[in-house]
């Protein structure tokens, strides 16, 4: 009897010394250092979580498909973000019709947005800008097997798409060809069929948007941009007006571009249009923050 006692007693004495060394060693501790590692780095660093405005229904700009969100916006903004020290699991996105953006700038609703938003003195008033990180142009998508169309003033005659509220296709029929037929729709998707179908002879926005157009695979060999612009706009990371991050977003976006993920990623989002940015103005240099 007293010999089990002292065979309990010494396996008891055991456990607890190599609980000792267990606790004492340096391996789990390397362990635990090790995930928190891991997990600083998949959130980016930062702490929280940053909302950024995009649209969620342009094709090759900025496009939510069910949980997903695709485009170059979309892709430029998790650039920046990642640059500001937010992963991408730390991006909280945010619709942002053109109409809407002021509004959510002002409201705190959004901390950035990259959305196709033309940087305008009048815009300027009330928020802020860092970039532009894009130069488009208005242009004109026709389809593939029209070569009669090169500009906006062989347009005399033939029938225009663009979409209801947007001036660019009333500012053809003012400035460049008077005897323009216009068709509004309620999106340029719907535009788009109207052209396929040969409704229309051609439809109207900025060139990377109707870039993003073409490069749907449903559309893909059977529309083409023309690629000739006849107006210039600045895309801007729209920001508040008390936001103090717009040098840092200008810094990321120069990295960006010069080593080489600006192209990538144009590449990547509407390159199956066989669209290419203008030289001249792209890509450009992001102006200096007031």
Do not use: H
């Given at each position: 009897m007293r010999r089990g006692r002292l065979v309990l007693a010494?396996?008891?004495?055991?456990?607890?010394?190599?609980?000792?060394?267990s606790s004492d060693g340096g391996d789990?501790?390397?362990?635990?250092?090790?995930?928190?590692?891991?997990?600083?780095?998949?959130?980016?660093?930062?702490?929280?979580?940053?909302?950024?405005?995009?649209?969620f229904d342009q094709p090759g700009l900025?496009?939510?498909?069910?949980?997903?969100?695709?485009?170059?916006?979309?892709?430029?903004?998790?650039?920046?973000?990642?640059e500001l020290g937010y992963g991408e699991d730390q991006i909280e996105w945010v619709q942002?019709?053109?109409?809407?953006?002021?509004?959510?700038?002002?409201?705190g609703q959004v901390d950035m947005?990259?959305?196709?938003?033309?940087?305008?003195?009048?815009?300027?008033?009330?928020?802020?800008?860092?970039?532009?990180?894009?130069?488009?142009?208005?242009?004109?998508?026709?389809a593939a097997d029209d070569d009669s169309i090169t500009g906006p003033q062989d347009l005399?005659?033939?029938?225009?798409?663009?979409?209801?509220?947007?001036?660019?296709?009333?500012?053809?029929?003012?400035?460049?060809a008077a005897g323009t037929n216009l068709l509004e729709q309620p999106g340029y998707a719907e535009c788009v069929t109207a052209l396929t179908a040969g409704t229309v002879d051609a439809v109207t926005t900025d060139d990377i948007i109707l870039a993003g157009l073409a490069a749907v695979p449903a559309n893909e060999g059977k529309v083409k941009v023309?690629?000739?612009?006849?107006?210039?706009?600045?895309?801007?990371?729209?920001?508040?007006k008390e936001s103090d991050k717009c040098e840092a977003i200008n810094e990321a976006i120069t990295?960006?571009?010069?080593?080489?993920?600006?192209?990538?990623?144009?590449?990547?989002?509407?390159g199956a249009s066989g669209y290419k940015a203008n030289e001249d103005l792209n890509p450009p240099t992001p102006a200096a923050c007031a």
């Open positions: 010494l396996a008891a004495a055991a456990t607890l010394t190599l609980a000792g060394c789990d501790t390397d362990t635990d250092a090790g995930a928190t590692s891991e997990e600083t780095e998949a959130s980016g660093g930062a702490e929280g979580t940053i909302k950024i405005g995009i649209k900025g496009f939510q498909d069910g949980s997903e969100y695709t485009g170059f916006d979309v892709d430029v903004a998790k650039f920046v973000a990642g942002s019709p053109s109409a809407q953006r002021e509004t959510l700038l002002q409201n947005i990259f959305a196709t938003y033309s940087i305008t003195d009048k815009r300027k008033e009330v928020v802020s800008f860092a970039g532009p990180y894009f130069v488009a142009g208005q242009d004109l998508l026709v005399e005659g033939k029938n225009l798409c663009s979409v209801t509220g947007s001036t660019s296709a009333q500012r053809i029929k003012d400035e460049y023309v690629g000739n612009p006849f107006s210039e706009e600045n895309y801007g990371v729209g920001i508040p990295k960006m571009i010069d080593d080489g993920t600006w192209q990538e990623l144009l590449d990547k989002n509407v």
